[in-house]
């Protein structure tokens, strides 16, 4: 877990380091052309008090020719060497300043930063919202290479979302497929970057042969550039690797040599300490494990979400170690802090990577799609082609109408069968939810799409949100609240309320059964996570369910 948990941090780390070098700062930058500051920013970047001059004198000499476009690049650089939070406000000067240019690489630049800011302040969903924007420019705009970097940003954020093969694909996919001027230093960058992200990824999978390959060459193409700001990583992930393959002495020595090299990086410092610890904890050298594991803890602060993942390995790890040595005390004071962040990660995680499959992967595949209609249109003259593809297209659409219209007469069947019969039973319903049954009152097609709703609705686990009502549920499937509580009462024989209630019960059993952690919750913090609105709704619903006891969610 500490392991894992890691390796995933690490990536955070890729484009957030720095080391200290000296170098000579010019007594005057005013006859530097913007290209020389440029390449005089990247190649001191490491040192954050030199290239910050170079930042400030590109910025000087755009405002002073009042270039909109150059204006936002010095914000731009500005961003890169600053803590998240300050980086954060510059992104927002570098779209005040893009936000109307038709440019090849502005605002989506911006934008692509300002999404990065967001996911190194575990702000998942903000980084995704900006990675979007980033992305419907960069197609509009044909810039291939910015398309590149949204796609290595998404392939972290689903790596942070526990999305790891996915992650990986990503990662293998952008390193076979990089054929930009490796002259130009922003691609020599992002190439170096994308190394990394492949080298952990194989790690996080550990694929640790692949592992080693990846972080030999990266340690190798680092070291070409001039800033050499990729070293500390490939040295600390090359130290994952090593620990993976069982060589403690070599992972140690590559863990220190990169950690001393690093700036003050909160989250970069407690994911390296974590994996120290465990190479303390595997030699049962228990005073060390348990002082990188409080190490940790003391990186870690509340109002910062930097750091969560890590606090939460390290806490999990030592409320084990107390746990085995029947320290009660110390136990309990880290089962406390480790219930008090790991609500926050999973629902956070949870949210994200619906958000990703939603708004950026439905997006790539009709992106894809389009291409593939264009293509199509250009080939108009191979006749004998297309007419292959039609008839293809229109067998398969026989096809389906047949299983569709099979499909509505067995609904409708079910459907009358089931209201005529609690119409003869004269069941008692809840007259805010049910309407009379009628064979005419909602058509085929409808019912048929409310069906499919509803099963999507439960695979998704909607009902999680807190505040569901019919009128809401109903608006988003497309239909009104009268069909949806007909159909809820008919097919799950219960009213829209208990449906709910049952669904969310049905988890939180499944839950506490599989998952000791969730058992430490409170209940008000698990009727929380379920969506109910306070302690008591839940205790009530809870209740409800033959066979269980309250008592249930208070056991360790």
């Known amino acids: 877990m500490q392991l894992r948990i890691y390796m995933v941090s690490i990536f955070i780390l890729a484009s957030v380091l720095g080391y200290g070098q000296k170098f000579e700062v010019p007594d005057s930058l005013k006859s530097f052309t913007y290209l020389e500051l440029e390449r005089r920013f990247f190649d001191t970047e490491t040192n954050r008090e030199v290239s910050k001059q170079y930042a400030n004198g590109y910025l000087q000499k755009s405002k002073k020719e009042d270039d909109s476009l150059n204006i936002a690049k010095g914000f731009y650089f500005k961003a890169i060497i600053s803590e998240e939070n ?10 005040k300043y893009s936000e109307n ?3 090849h690489e502005f605002p989506a630049q911006g934008y692509i930063e300002k999404g990065m800011q967001f996911f190194y302040l575990s702000r998942y969903d903000e980084a995704l919202q900006n990675y979007i924007k980033a992305q419907e420019i960069a197609l509009d705009r044909n810039n291939k290479f910015q398309l590149f970097k949204i796609k290595h940003c998404i392939g972290l954020l689903k790596n942070s979302t526990k999305n790891r093969q996915e992650a990986l694909e990503i990662f293998k996919q952008n390193i076979d497929s990089f054929d930009f001027d490796l002259d ?24 640790i042969d692949s592992a080693e390959i990846i972080n030999t060459r990266g340690i190798k193409q680092s070291l070409k550039l001039k800033s050499k700001f990729m070293y500390p990583a490939f040295l600390i992930s090359y130290g994952a690797t090593m620990n993976l393959k069982g060589q403690d002495d070599k992972a140690l020595d590559s863990l220190l040599k990169g950690s001393r ?3 003050n990086r ?7 300490y974590l994996m120290i610890s465990k190479i303390h904890g595997k030699r049962k050298d228990y005073p060390m494990y348990t002082k990188y594991l409080k190490k940790v803890d003391s990186l870690f602060e509340t109002h910062n979400p930097q750091g969560m993942r890590q606090a939460s390995a390290a806490y999990d790890a030592l409320i084990k170690y107390y746990r085995k040595n029947k320290d009660l005390s110390n136990q309990l004071i880290y089962m406390n802090k480790l219930i008090a962040i790991d609500s926050i990660i999973n629902r956070k995680s949870k949210n994200v990577a619906n958000n990703i499959i939603k708004n950026y992967d439905a997006k790539v595949l009709i992106s894809e799609k389009e291409k593939i209609i264009k293509s199509l249109e250009k080939e108009n003259t191979k006749i004998s082609y297309q007419n292959i593809i039609v ?16 499909r509505q007469r067995l609904y409708k069947k079910r459907f009358l069968k089931l209201l005529e019969g609690k119409a003869n039973n004269n069941q008692k319903k809840d007259d805010s939810n049910y309407s009379p049954p009628g064979s005419s ?17 439960e695979e998704k686990q909607g009902y999680l949100q807190q505040g569901l009502n019919t009128k809401d549920l109903a608006k988003s499937f497309g239909s009104n ?5 007909k159909v809820v009462n008919t097919f799950k024989e219960k009213s829209f309320t208990q449906y709910i209630n049952d669904l969310r019960i049905d988890f939180v059993v499944d839950k506490l059964l599989e998952d000791t952690r969730f058992r430490k919750y409170t209940v008000k913090a698990i009727a929380q996570e379920i969506g109910f609105n306070n302690a008591e709704a839940f205790a009530k619903a809870f209740y409800k369910k033959p066979g269980f006891i309250l008592r249930i969610l208070l056991r360790s």
């Open 86 to 95: 300050k980086a954060l406000s510059l992104t927002d000067s570098i779209l």
């Open 101 to 103: 240019l038709i440019h």
């Open 184 to 207: 130009r230093i922003e691609h020599k960058r992002q190439y170096v970057r994308s190394l990394f992200a492949l080298a952990n990824s194989y790690n996080v999978n550990k694929n």
């Open 261 to 263: 090299l690093l700036q």
């Open 266 to 272: 909160k989250s970069s410092i407690a994911s390296i």
């Open 391 to 406: 008839t293809i297209f229109l067998g398969l659409s026989l096809l389906g109408t047949g299983y569709y219209y099979h």
């Open 441 to 457: 009152s909602i058509n085929k097609e409808t019912l048929d799409k409310l069906l499919d709703k509803l099963q999507q609705f």
């Open 481 to 485: 609240s009268s069909y949806l509580s």
